[in-house]
Nanobody
């Protein structure tokens, strides 16, 4: 059983919307801290959005704040993306289960133990 499985990626035009899903499995269903990251070939993986599922807390990369919304419903983590731009192109990964997690590390990749395999998002005209 996969612990994290992303879906919902695709090819869209600038200005379009897309909603990514990440199905939780196994012990990740109990995860408190969860996040979305993205990576472009040749660049480091960057944190896009993170949530603390026990309190009302969320963190966003400056480039997506106001356009992306991270949420969790039951055993699925979502990333709703609006007003997509070409620079949002990349492989999107969900992550869960904090490792020495703190708000200042919410968008650090080494703050999470479990990772999905990724889903591709391409924004181009």
């Amino acid at each position: 059983q996969r612990r994290l499985q992303e879906s919902g990626g695709g090819s869209v035009q600038p200005g379009d919307s897309l909603k990514l899903s990440c199905a939780l499995g196994g012990y990740t269903t109990s995860a408190r801290y969860m996040a979305w990251f993205r990576q472009v070939a040749g660049k480091e993986r960057e944190g896009v959005a993170s949530i603390d599922t026990r309190v009302t807390g969320s963190w966003y990369h400056d480039s997506v704040r106001g356009r992306f919304t991270c949420s969790r419903e039951l055993d699925t983590l979502y990333l709703e993306m609006k007003g997509l731009k070409p620079e949002d192109t990349g492989t999107y990964y969900c992550a869960a289960w904090g490792l020495n997690w703190s708000p200042t590390r919410a968008l650090d990749s080494d703050a999470y133990k479990e990772w999905g395999q990724g889903t591709q998002v391409t924004v181009s005209s």
